[in-house]
C-alpha cells in the first residue's frame, strides 16, 4: 500500500522537502520525491483547482452581501 493510502490527508509541506535538501538527506528526498509524485498523480494540478477554489469563493461571497 502507498504512503499517500494510508495517509490521505498527509500534507506535502515545503519546508519539509527543503528541510530534507538541506541536511542532503538523500532517503528522506527519495521518498518525498515518491510522495510528492503520489500526491500530483492523485490529485493532478492543485494550483489551478486552488485558483478555481478561490474564484468561486469570491463568486458565493459576493452573493452572500
Sequence with gaps: MSELARFPHYPM???????????????????????????LTA????PTALQLLKVEIAKAEAAAG
Design 13 to 39: 509541506y515545503m519546508a519539509t522537502i527543503t528541510d530534507a535538501i538541506a541536511k542532503g538527506d538523500l532517503a528522506q528526498m527519495k521518498t518525498l520525491q515518491a510522495q510528492a509524485e503520489e500526491v
Design 43 to 46: 490529485y493532478g494540478d492543485i
